[in-house]
């Protein structure tokens, strides 16, 4: 490690990172704009100007850019010197001369980078008295403000949103200080990233639209840790409350998961936690008085619950490890089906026990960045998975970006120079998928087929790469030289990841990718797979390898009498609406818990509210298999919003005989989760107990500067109540508590003194863009068990034929529409696709389709119409409906639709 | 849309180049040559030619001082307004323009003949004050010879 | 007195075109070293000549090129002529591009050779019209005679070259923002290092040069580096292009020794200041050097002398500055084009000179503050090399801070008396 002087004191830092990250790394208080830790230097602010000295007789120094200089052993520097301080400080002066002085009316105030950075640098008054350049600003739809008379020109809104996430209507206009940063013209941005220029941008430039609905400072919110329950990757986020009301999702930082960033969908699909839609109190169906109390409520559950009343339940891939256990715990493992259709339950547990064997590792979206070769086979994941798209698009740059260096050497800080050396150069990309995604455009190798030509395809790259993995039998020759030029650059690559996942509910698919990865782990090279699933916890269920709905189902059948606890599940988004009316009018009780009404709580006899993931705690296992948990955000205004396991425990407890109730801590369900569940081994450390104290002191939600404590009810009483206590978690309804750095996975938020910006994150880590200190939040249930022998899956499906009159039903996925609970958010709403049926050219054309005619597709009993949309990519055979919108509810994905009986025009 | 004759020459720029990104300036230039000025719908057929968004293309085409994104008359008058010009006396000859064409820098004349641009050195110091009009040149320019050089173009 | 590059070049005649470039000597250099020189001699004789950069900065060209790779080196590479002259005062590149575009093309092959260059460019700045449409003729020539292309002179050498013509931006003048325009980009410029002979045009090994240092070089090569050092009068190798602008009476370029004085261009060469006026100060070297002034008059322009006088030699067009000429004006016409013309990357340049410009403004209408000439000294003490991203705002402040320092009285003035004491 080199050494090197700051201020005359020598201090041992990291090989190969500039002065900026060294600095910062030590603790350092440097001011600067245009360099990121994810986007690299680029040198264009010059706030971070430091004085280098020759050696230790130099006293002059050179003003120096830290974040462009590169640590050296014995370099000299100083930080305090008063050369730089006051080039600091002039820095500063110069921005302000065209920004505006805003603050109190900005939305960045109190959270603004540029604020801190103008306090650290001492700049106070500024003697600019001419005319403030002003510009216009642009509508950018309803996720991002713009307000561009506040910009700095740090040219990192285009770094971001343009090259590192590929974004293709944001950009930098004119030149000298009339530089411009936004669309050509107004408009909805086009990238499911936008909502990152909230944080990327220093200043209030480019704001959360949506926080704007219902403003609050930063330092006026409750926040707790979180992690994002719209996809299976399971991000890391901060959710704020205030007035009872869930204001904003920011990225909380974590170096293996989603690092500095989210998609859209998890920072803005947050507003279904306030929509008029939640179910606020019990109901009981069928008497008079519907909405009923506490007390009505137990008494009648535990009539229902006394023995004699056979309870199965039906769990939920969005609900947490601990819910879905309580539910297995009150109706007995026995008893418990997880909720999954029974193709998604096929596909989930075989990932789940593929992931489990050892043989190959999963990937985080970590590992993804620094693969050098990626393989996508089949899975969406631009609509699926968006963040793991980011991710390999940071593979494919970063990987020609490492082979580029080799022949010139540059350091891996210089985000410019970098660029400017590997051009449109892109590592190795096939991109493997049903109709073509976003991600096409970065691939060196690109191919849409039907699932089971891609699996085919699959098997054929493994057996290739190892002959010991089973052949195509049959295989074409088109087949055998696609399959040859991938496995041909997969064998290159050191560290190839292979991705594919459950979303084109093909089981070949899952298994040809395992293959692959499997046969390509050889001697120096590390290959590493990434299966996409559904939900934020589908992972959670598939891991008990329990049975699905259908088995539920036919118990039913076979079963008279049966009840049925339904949890966080809309039935009638899994199965056809006919199958779902038959199941519950043959349960006799119908208890239902979740969050939102539905199709299928209107059908409860008995419902329950629970909680949304802001209103709970809990622990969800993410696709990686990264168990996760996140805290309760801010206690509901009704106080029969409760955790779904609550209520679950208390109505075990109803019948139980005194001094026999189970009712166990949240610490204590984790423990018994690992007890049942050998897999779960580790989820009860996933972070610390509920009675962890740093110095005796808890960690407070609420940050230092919290205002209107009390005041902030006085409409209701003027007398301020006791704040809530929370016995569950080490977090504190407070703003008194520990103000240090807490246990990576209990960050409630991030601030620093002097830091008042999400920037501050690189105060909480070992070093700038790494782990957080202690190490990053989460714990992976999987590992590699290179004991292992190589055992190849061997079910390789027969080539896709077109069945006469039939098209086979997949989903189509969309960033924004898919997803069950993001759509509460009204533009996530607005920006769902209207319905449509996809199909290939020369379907349509045997069907007498066109554009826009109407295609009519048979769900369950009923007859929809979908207006056609003839599509380039797709193969023969195959009719794609948007997953996710009320009218392919109950849709059976992966079944072959007869169209021959099935009047269309 | 491109014109075939547009395309044809673009398609010489991008064919020595290593990609076709790199080609903009140059499809801009080609563009602007044919039109006169680039409008929002041609920055829309070269983005779209080349693989680019709008916004891309945008953004290099508003960089440059002479990529015109707004209509310009049927000449170009470029005064230099730098240095040499400058002790040189060009201050008199934008007042007599002024005064001759009712026009200011970035005007157009009402009958759209002249758009007037103040322009950086044009390298001719040494017969300074300079202007340039489309391809010709004009040197040690007085103000009473402005009406017969503008009589020439039409 | 040897006139190398301009000799056979006359005002009055159109451009030398390939034949009779021949005619007087050209190309022979080019043959030459086809024939008998390895790559690694032709920089080690340009390195000896002492030749230094036309375009500015005054590096030592052959040392520059050595720093190209030249085994295994990434492909293709790529030799550039920068003939973007939009440097306020300067009009030297143009008389060698319309007189002579042979000697430049000439020139750039074998400094391509040197560095074993697949692809060359001149870039062109949209003014020069005339150039242009001689370029493309003498490129087209040389093509023809197998000067360009494939296997030149059946040496094994292959080199193409293309004309870029520029579409405005002072900024495309910095090689490597001109590098960033040939891409098809915005002109910003990039950091250094990596340098353009590492990673260049599109991140290939790369040389830029100006357009009347190629010029140079197939004199250097026909005559030898001894030859091309005897003719100068300094250390520094050959002759130069001075041009002098500004109230003489004979403003004009010349062709003479390197480190000829002040003095006898003004004097002799430019025939002396215009009646009545008297000689104030000037510019030595464009727009973006500091003022010399009369005690300078002897200072030899030179790299190292006008260097050591406070100043550079720049591109060795001077800008005269008379007694009847505000310098606060002169300056704030200069600060105007600088402002206008920064690319707008870095915050001290984008934001401190159209501060800087509106100051001086607001001081030669007679509303300046005393405060105001320490905002103007921050500005060229926080403007300096190293401070900004490239040299476009330290060469701005050149002629501001030594303006400041010789005709403080002058700044001070418009304070006191609330208007420019030069107009009446
Ligand atoms: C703002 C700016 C503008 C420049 N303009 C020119 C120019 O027009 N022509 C030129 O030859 N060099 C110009 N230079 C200098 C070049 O960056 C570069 O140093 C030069 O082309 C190298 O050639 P030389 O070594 O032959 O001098 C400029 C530099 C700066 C900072
Ligand atoms: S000094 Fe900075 S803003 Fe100015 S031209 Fe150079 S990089 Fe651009
Ligand atoms: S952070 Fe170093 S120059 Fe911007």
Known sequence: ?905 | MLTPDEKHEIDHEISILPHRKAAVIEALKIVQQHRGWVNDESVGAVADYLDMSPAEVDSVATFYNLIFRKPVGRHIILLCDSISCYVMGYQKLYAAIQDQLQIKFGGTTSDKKFTLLPNPCLGCCDRAPALMIDEDLYTDVTPDKLAEIFSKYS | MERPLTEHIHPNRPALNLKEYEAVGGYAALKKVLKDSSPKQVQQAVQDSNLKGRGGAGFNTGMKWSFVPMDNAPRPKYIIANADEMEPGTFKDRLLLEGSPHQLIEGMIIAGYAIQADISYIFLRFAYKDAAKILRKSIQEAYDAGYLGKNIQGSGYSLEMYLHTGVGRYMCGEETALLNALEGKRATPRAKPPFPQVSGLFGKPTIVNNVETFCCVPHIIAKGAEWFKSISKSEDGGTKLYGVSGKVNKPGLWELPMGVTIRELIEEHAGGMKNGLKFKGALPGGASTDFLTEQHLDVKMDFKSVAAAGSRLGTGTMIVLDDATCPVGFVHNLQHFFAQESCGWCTPCREGLPWVEKVLLSLENGEGKKEDLDILHMHTKFLGPGNTFCALAPGAMEPLESALKYFADDFEKHIRDKKCPYHN
């Open chain 1, 1 to 905: 490690m080199p050494t090197i002087f700051i201020d005359n004191k020598p201090f041992e830092v990291k090989a190969g990172k500039n002065l900026l990250e060294a600095c910062l790394s030590l603790g350092l208080d440097l001011p600067y704009f245009c360099w990121h830790p994810a986007l690299g230097s680029v040198g264009a602010c010059r706030q971070c100007a430091i004085s280098m000295f020759k050696d230790e007789n130099d006293q002059k120094g050179k003003l120096t850019m830290a974040c462009m200089e590169g640590v050296k052993d014995g370099l000299r520097i100083s930080l305090t010197d008063t050369t730089s301080k006051a080039f600091r400080e002039q820095v500063v002066e110069w921005l302000m001369t065209n920004h505006p002085h805003d603050c109190p009316v900005c939305d960045e105030g109190g959270s603004c980078h540029l604020q801190d950075m103008t306090v650290m640098t001492g700049h106070d008054y500024r003697r600019f008295s001419y005319k403030k350049r002003t510009y216009k600003n642009q509508y950018l739809g309803p996720f991002i403000h713009h307000e561009m008379n506040r910009c700095i020109q740090c040219y990192r809104c285009v770094r971001f949103y343009k090259d590192y996430a590929g974004g293709k209507d944001l950009d930098v206009f004119a030149a000298h200080n009339h530089v411009y940063f936004g669309r050509e013209k107004d408009g909805v941005l086009e990238s499911p990233f936008s909502g990152n220029l909230a944080e990327v941008c220093p200043t209030g430039v480019f704001t959360d639209e949506t926080l704007r609905q219902h403003y609050t400072r930063k330092w006026d919110l409750t926040m707790a840790p979180s992690v994002c329950t719209h996809c299976s990757l399971g991000c890391n986020i901060t959710a704020g409350e205030r007035y009872g009301e869930l204001r904003s999702i920011t990225n909380r930082y974590n170096g293996d998961v989603n690092g500095y960033f989210l998609c859209d969908r998890g920072r803005f699909g947050y507003e279904f936690v306030n929509s008029e839609n939640r179910i606020a109190k019990p109901i009981i169906r069928n008497r008079v008085g519907e909405a009923v109390d506490e007390d009505t409520l137990m008494t009648h559950l535990k009539t229902i619950f006394k023995h004699g009343n056979k309870f199965i339940g039906i769990g939920s891939p969005r609900a947490s490890v601990e819910s879905n256990y309580a539910l297995m715990d009150l109706v007995g493992k026995d008893n418990y089906y997880n909720g999954l259709s029974e193709f998604e339950n096929l596909l989930a547990k075989l990932v789940a026990k593929t992931l489990q064997s050892g043989t190959v590792r999963s990937a985080s979206l970590k590992d993804v960045e620094k693969a050098d070769a990626v393989l996508i086979l089949g899975e969406d994941v631009w609509n699926t998975a968006p963040m793991l798209a980011l991710s390999v698009r940071q593979a494919v740059l970063k990987s020609a970006a490492a082979e580029a260096l080799q022949q010139t050497p540059l350091p891996q800080w210089h985000d410019a120079a970098i660029r400017e050396l590997v051009q449109e150069e892109r590592g190795y990309f096939a991109n493997i998928t049903l109709a073509g995604s976003a991600l096409d455009e970065i691939a060196n190798y690109k191919l849409h087929s039907s699932p089971d030509d891609i699996a085919r395809l699959g098997y054929a790259i493994a057996h290739i790469i190892d002959p010991g993995s089973p052949a195509v039998k049959n295989a074409s020759d088109e087949l055998l030289t696609k399959a040859k030029e991938i496995a041909d650059a997969l064998l290159k690559a050191k560290n190839p990841v292979i991705i594919s996942g459950t979303g084109c509910l093909n089981e070949p698919l899952i298994k040809a990718a395992h293959n692959i990865a499997l046969a390509l782990n050889s001697g120096e090279r590390k290959a590493e797979i990434c299966y996409v699933m559904h939900e934020s916890n589908t992972m959670g269920l598939a891991l008990t390898q329990a049975f699905g709905l259908d088995k539920a189902i036919e118990r039913t059948e076979r079963e008279e009498g049966l009840s049925v606890v339904i949890l966080e599940n809309d039935l009638y988004r899994s199965l056809p609406g006919n199958v779902v009316d038959r199941f519950l009018s043959r349960c006799k009780n119908v208890v239902v818990l979740d969050q939102l009404n539905n199709a299928t709580t209107v059908k409860a006899h008995v419902l329950i509210p629970s909680a949304t993931f802001a209103e709970a705690d809990g622990t969800m296992v993410n696709n990686e298999g990264r168990a996760q948990s996140f805290f309760q955000v801010f206690n509901p205004a009704s106080n029969y919003v409760r955790e779904a396991w609550r209520w679950l425990y208390a109505i075990k407890d109803l019948n139980a005989a005194p001094g026999n109730e189970t009712f166990p801590h949240p610490d204590e369900i984790l423990s018994r989760v690992e007890k049942d569940y050998p897999m779960f081994s580790g989820i009860s450390k996933v972070s610390p107990a509920h009675d962890f104290r740093v110095n005796g002191q808890r960690i407070p939600r609420e940050p230092r500067r919290y205002s209107g404590r009390t005041a902030i009810r006085a409409n209701i009483s003027v007398s301020e109540p006791r704040p809530f206590q929370d016995d569950d978690s080490p977090l504190s309804y407070t703003m008194e508590g520990y103000d240090g750095i807490p246990p990576s996975s209990l960050i409630p938020f991030f601030w620093s003194p002097g830091w008042n910006s999400i920037q501050s994150v690189n105060k909480y880590q070992d070093e700038v863009g790494g782990a957080l200190k202690g190490g990053d939040p989460g714990v992976r249930l999987f590992e590699v068990d290179k004991s292992k022998p190589k055992t190849y899956f061997e079910h390789i499906p027969y080539p896709f034929t077109a069945k006469p009159d039939h098209l086979l039903l997949l989903p189509q996925f969309h960033v924004f529409g898919s997803g069950e609970l993001s759509i509460y958010t009204k533009a996530i709403e607005d920006f769902a696709p209207e319905p449509y049926a996809a199909l290939s050219e020369p379907d349509a054309e045997k069907m007498g389709l066109s554009d826009g005619s109407i295609l009519n597709v048979k769900i369950g009993e009923k007859k929809i119409a979908f207006p056609v949309c003839v599509h380039k990519a797709i193969s023969n055979g195959i009719v794609l409906l948007p997953a996710g919108l009320t009218e392919t509810a109950g849709a059976i994905w992966g079944a072959w639709i007869n169209f021959s009986a099935n009047g269309h025009s």
